[in-house]
C-alpha cells in the first residue's frame, strides 16, 4: 500500500490518534505521581502544587465553549490547535524551569486536550460509518491508559537520569512530532452551515433537562473523587513504600493495565463513570449486552449463539466465541449454565448515561 493511501485509511489514523493522545494524557497525568519530585525540583510544598492542579481542574468549565472550535473552524484546525497548546505549554519550562511556568504549562497543555479531543472525536464521526464507530473510538480511548502503561513509566526513568526537567524535554519534541503527523495525515476540512452551534442554546438544554443535570453531577462527584485520589496515591506511596521515582511510574503502569480492560467497553458505548441501566426482566437475547456475575464478579459480556446454546462473549468480538464461551453457555429456557465455568446473567443493558 502506498503511503499516500495509508494515511487515508480508518485504522492507521487511529493507531495514530491514540498514540497523540496517549502524548497529550502523559503530560496530563505525570503530575500525580511525581508530585513529590516537582514539589523538591520547583522548591514548592505539594499543598501549593495540589491547588495549581485544582486550578488546572476548574480550567474544564470552559471546555463547553472552547471546544466548538471544531465546528466553527474545521476539525483539523481544532486538533491543530489543541496540539500547539500543547507543546507550547511543555516548552515553556524547557525555557524557564520555574513554578510560574510551571503552572502555566499545565493550564496551556490542559486547555489543549480540552480543544483536541472533542475535534478529534467529530472528525472521526464524520468519517466512520456508525456501525463501526465506538469500535474507532475505543481505539482512540486507549490513549488514556497507555499514558500510565507506557508513558509514565518513560517519564519516570528520564526523571531518574536525567532530573524533573527531562520530561518537559521529551514532551515538547514529542509535541512537535506529532503536530507534524497530524498536518500530514489528516486533510483539510470545508466548513458546512450544519456546523454552526449556539454554546449558550446547548447549555441552556442541558440546564433544563433533568437526566442530564444528574448525569453532570454524577460525573462532577466521580471527577472529584478521582482527582483526590490521584493527589494523594503518588505522594503516599513514595513516603510509605519507600518507592524510587522508576517504581513510582512502574506503579502507575498498574493502574494503566486496569484502564485497558475498562476501555474495552467503549466500543459498544460503555465508558469509565457511566451509570448503566440494567432490566432483569429482558430476556437476554443474542446480541443483547448483559451484565453477568462470574466467579462472585460483575462484568459486561455479549450474549451470542454457539452450536445452538448461549454463550458469553467479549463486547467486541461479533464472530467467535471468546472469554467465557463455550465453557459458559447454557441452553435456552435453561437458568443453569452448562459448562466449567459457572455464570449467572443478572440483567440486560438497556440504557447508558454518560456524564457530561
Not at 493507531?15 to 497523540?20: E, N, R, S, V
Not at 496517549?22 to 520547583?42: C, D, E, K, Q, W
Not at 503516599?236 to 503502569?253: C, D, K, P, S
Not at 440494567?278 to 466467579?295: F, S, Y
Amino acid at each position: 500500500m502506498e503511503i499516500a493511501t495509508l494515511k487515508r485509511t480508518t485504522r492507521f489514523q487511529a493507531i495514530a490518534l491514540a498514540f497523540i493522545r496517549m502524548v497529550i494524557n502523559t503530560m496530563h497525568r505525570m503530575v500525580y505521581p511525581f508530585l513529590a519530585v516537582f514539589s523538591r525540583g520547583l522548591g514548592v510544598d505539594i499543598t501549593t502544587l495540589s491547588r495549581v492542579l485544582a486550578t488546572r481542574s476548574l480550567i474544564g468549565m470552559v471546555g463547553p465553549f472552547i471546544a466548538t472550535i471544531g465546528d466553527s473552524r474545521g476539525r483539523k484546525l481544532g486538533m491543530t490547535l489543541g496540539l500547539g497548546l500543547f507543546t507550547a505549554g511543555a516548552s515553556i519550562v524547557v525555557f524557564w524551569p520555574t513554578f510560574p511556568a510551571f503552572t502555566a504549562a499545565l493550564i496551556l497543555t490542559a486547555l489543549g486536550k480540552i480543544i483536541f479531543d472533542p475535534a478529534m472525536q467529530a472528525y472521526l464521526g464524520d468519517r466512520v460509518p456508525y456501525g463501526r464507530r465506538g469500535r474507532v473510538l475505543a481505539v482512540t480511548e486507549l490513549g488514556w491508559s497507555l499514558s500510565f502503561v507506557a508513558g509514565i513509566p518513560l517519564m519516570g526513568f528520564l526523571i531518574a537520569r536525567w532530573g524533573w526537567m527531562s520530561p518537559f524535554w521529551t514532551l515538547t519534541v514529542l509535541g512537535l512530532c506529532v503536530l507534524l503527523l497530524l498536518n500530514w495525515m489528516i486533510p483539510h476540512d470545508t466548513i458546512s452551515g450544519e456546523r454552526t452551534t449556539n454554546v449558550f442554546s446547548n447549555i441552556q438544554k442541558v440546564i433544563g433537562f433533568t437526566p442530564a443535570l444528574a448525569g453532570l453531577a454524577v460525573g462532577v462527584f466521580c471527577s472529584a473523587a478521582n482527582e483526590v485520589i490521584n493527589l494523594v496515591f503518588g505522594v503516599w506511596m513514595e513516603a510509605t513504600f519507600g518507592l524510587q521515582i522508576a517504581a513510582l511510574g512502574a506503579a502507575a503502569a498498574v493502574i494503566g493495565f486496569a484502564e485497558v480492560g475498562g476501555e474495552s467497553l467503549v466500543g459498544v458505548g460503555i465508558q469509565s463513570e457511566d451509570i448503566l441501566i440494567v432490566d432483569r426482566a429482558l430476556e437476554p437475547k443474542p446480541n443483547r449486552i448483559v451484565m453477568a456475575v462470574v466467579g462472585g464478579e460483575f462484568v459486561i459480556r455479549r450474549v451470542c449463539r454457539v452450536e445452538g446454546a448461549l454463550s458469553l462473549v467479549s463486547v467486541h468480538d461479533d464472530n467467535r466465541a471468546t472469554g467465557l464461551s463455550g465453557q459458559a453457555a447454557f441452553s435456552a429456557g435453561n437458568e443453569k449454565p452448562t459448562g466449567r465455568t459457572e455464570f449467572e446473567i443478572w440483567g440486560v443493558v438497556t440504557n447508558v448515561i454518560h456524564p457530561v
